[in-house]
């Protein structure tokens, strides 16, 4: 079975940086347009980042500036950088792609399990 799987998390202190990536395994594809959004306790999931199927990006405007997404589509890794952290950032951040399982089904939508970013001030 097809998964999607976040690394990179971890704690900083505020105006440091992290990069977090997701990485597509078992799945027959992943479509090009891809996610990034996170959630911190008590809230919503809130989208982030947005990486279309022509490259072009678009973000919240709360990172605008600061973060980057980017999807190396013959690895099947989608990025985020993540400068100049703020401790607003903190959250568990989650990919989401539309992805086509081998026995055919989808692509449908489909999250990471998550990736702590703790920024502490």
């Known amino acids: 079975q097809g998964q999607l799987v976040e690394s990179g998390g971890g704690s900083v202190q505020a105006g440091g940086s992290l990069n977090v990536s997701c990485v597509e395994s078992?799945?027959?594809?992943?479509?090009?347009?891809s996610d990034w959004y996170r959630q911190s306790p008590g809230q919503e999931r809130e989208f982030v980042a947005n990486?279309?199927?022509?490259?072009?990006?678009r973000y919240t405007d709360s990172v605008k500036g600061r973060f980057t997404i980017s999807l190396d589509n013959t690895q099947g890794i989608l990025y985020l950088v993540m400068n100049n952290l703020q401790p607003e950032d903190t959250a568990t951040y989650y990919c989401?792609?539309?992805?086509?399982?081998?026995?055919?089904?989808?692509?449908?939508?489909?999250w990471g399990q998550g990736t702590q970013v703790t920024v502490s001030s």
């Open positions: 990486v279309d199927m022509y490259g072009v990006t």
């Open positions: 078992g799945f027959m594809y992943c479509n090009r347009n």
């Open positions: 989401k792609r539309k992805c086509a399982t081998r026995n055919g089904d989808g692509p449908l939508p489909t």
